[in-house]
């Protein structure tokens, strides 16, 4: 879902109805914003414990694929709904669950801390179609637990970073990013927030 303080004028959801819903936001300055909320589904269970063990980077790699090509999808049928709908030329903002890694994290300086060198594709599709990745921008230097988001509530799984806020264009800055994983009364989910500020 999409919570907003500032006035969504149009609903440009595409895709799925629980993968996908997508909002123009209008912006203080009335300037304009699409964001979306999104989940990628996974076609294999690689974060519980032991689930990786002996397995190859192709076989990783196909655990995520289905994310890969789902997102492909949704951001071809995105680029065409904000065309129809007059807004071809906003910035856009697509947030959420991705259910795999990033290849910005997988790398091999890292491979001490995952065990693996992975050049994920779900994560090159954004990249590649000139969408940044606000978090690693903030956070240049990767830390497997600190920059994970999955799973606070279950230490013993895989730690991950597999939620995401990509903004495409350089017309905006990252002032900060940050994982929020804690919370007096208990964190309500098996996900950790990612909160990103941004300037324009």
Partial sequence: SIHSRYPIIEDVSVFHEFKCVGAVIELPKKNLIAFYSIWLPYGGEIW????????????????????????????????????????????????????????????????????????WPTSH???????????????TEVNRMRDRTWTPRFPEQQQDRIDFIYI?????????????????????SD???????LAN
């Fill in 48 to 119: 519980a414990a032991g689930t990786r063990d002996g397995k190859t980077v192709e076989e990783l790699l196909a655990a995520c694929d289905v994310s890969r090509s789902d997102l492909s999808v949704i951001l071809e049928t995105i680029t065409q709904r904000l065309g129809e709908a007059g807004h071809a030329d906003i910035p856009i903002i697509i947030a959420g669950d991705f259910n795999s890694m990033s290849h910005q994290d997988y790398t091999k300086q890292m491979q001490p801390e995952y065990g693996y060198v992975i050049d």
């Fill in 125 to 139: 599709v954004m990249t590649d179609a000139g969408f940044r990745d606000t978090y690693r921008e903030a956070n």
């Fill in 168 to 188: 495409n264009g350089d017309d905006w800055l990252v002032e900060s990013a940050t994982v929020v994983d804690q919370h007096p009364d208990g964190f309500p």
């Fill in 191 to 197: 996900h950790a927030a990612v909160v990103v500020h």
